[in-house]
């Protein structure tokens, strides 16, 4: 019998530090700890091009790392993280000397498998790397199917749901219990929407998030435009890819309910002509959500209105949500704008 049949697999390692002294040092430690380091990458970006051929068992990974030679991108070890970890389904935990609450901010949403703070001891990276890989060996390998299909009988309950409100708004006769089924009705569209998307495996990867606006901000438009006008409104969508996770879709999806659902209800009177804009779009390092139009305006200061209205207290909990602030912009006769930026993935 050959020796080497019955040796356990080595765990294999990528390292991503652009540090050589570093790189070398938890290289010795991991391979002393009976790793196998695959390789090392010197930009997050090269992370996951190594990542993607060696199909490493984990990547250790700094968080501030340079841009790739005559590359201007600003891709870093949490962007890299969300991508190894979304698309690759490899774990990744993260070093960096940073812990202020910015970094911390968008670690949670990458949700690397654990974030050490430098100087750490060899004790707790090794620590780290081990309980990753622990966790790693015990998932579920249906799990990915399964929420999927939860998502999916989700996306058609509230399908369901959606349908019946619609046909009792053009049941009832009352103005305002017909605006109140529309409302509920746009809610429960946007919670559709987003569980239709989560239930697409490659949504996240391929798409982004501005396929998924688009398309709820037309059925948002043609479900609801024909209420209170003559057709004479015109829905405008410009949307770029803007990676987005699973959880902040729900938030995505009901601020641009609210803020379309509020246009459409009280910006133009019964037959005036007006414009809807629709734009989802990188501003930075952060995205940008924003819902606009040409119409009247808000009848008062927005900070007063929102004490009592129930659908601006939603738009400013969306924006929470998404972890950004809702701003609003109105003028008398000139429209509104309600937008809000947050981090992307």
């Known amino acids: 019998m050959q020796a ?9 390692i990528l390292l991503a530090e652009d540090e050589s002294v570093i790189a070398m040092q938890v290289e010795e430690l991991i391979t002393a700890e009976g790793y196998e380091v695959v390789g090392i990458a010197g930009t997050a970006a090269e992370a ?8 490493p068992d984990l990547v250790l990974m700094d968080i501030v790392m340079p841009p790739e030679p005559g590359q201007t991108d600003s891709m870093d070890g949490i962007d890299a993280c969300a ?3 979304r698309e690759l389904h490899i774990p990744v935990v993260l070093l960096s000397a940073h812990g202020e609450e910015q970094f911390l901010r968008r670690a949670r949403t990458a949700l690397p498998s654990a974030y050490l703070l430098k100087p750490c001891q060899n004790t707790q990276i090794r620590a780290a790397v081990e309980v990753a890989l622990a966790m790693s060996a015990h998932n579920d390998p249906a799990a990915g199917f399964r929420l999927r299909e939860a998502h999916h009988r989700i996306k058609n309950s509230f399908s369901l749901l959606h349908g019946m409100l619609r046909m009792q708004q053009m049941q009832v006769s009352d103005p305002v219990a017909k605006r109140s089924l529309a409302d509920a009705g746009a809610r429960v569209l946007a919670m559709a929407s987003a569980h239709e998307t989560m239930s697409e495996p490659a949504q996240g990867a391929s798409k982004g998030a501005g396929a998924y606006v688009e398309k709820l901000a037309r059925g948002l438009f043609e ?7 003559n057709g004479r409104l015109r829905l405008d969508v410009n949307t770029e890819k803007v990676e987005l996770d699973a959880a902040r879709l729900v938030p995505c999806g009901i601020f641009l309910a ?3 659902t509020n246009a459409l209800k009280y910006a133009f009177a019964d037959g005036q002509e007006g414009v809807i804009r629709v734009v989802l779009r990188p501003d930075g390092d952060k995205a940008l959500l924003e819902v606009s139009d040409d119409g009247a ?14 659908g601006l207290q939603c738009l400013n909990a969306a924006a929470q949500q998404l972890g950004g602030v809702l701003d609003i912009k109105t003028e008398p006769g000139q429209g509104s704008r309600f937008s809000v930026r947050f981090q992307a993935v």
Do not use: Y
């Open 48 to 55: 996951v091009r190594l990542a993607t051929m060696l199909r």
């Open 258 to 260: 609210e803020a379309m």
């Open 83 to 85: 991508v190894i970890q």
């Open 297 to 310: 305006g808000l009848p008062g200061d927005p900070r007063e209105l929102g004490l009592h209205s129930f």
């Open 223 to 229: 479900g609801n435009a024909g209420h209170g006008s």
């Open 4 to 12: 080497g049949n019955n040796s356990p697999k080595r765990p294999r």
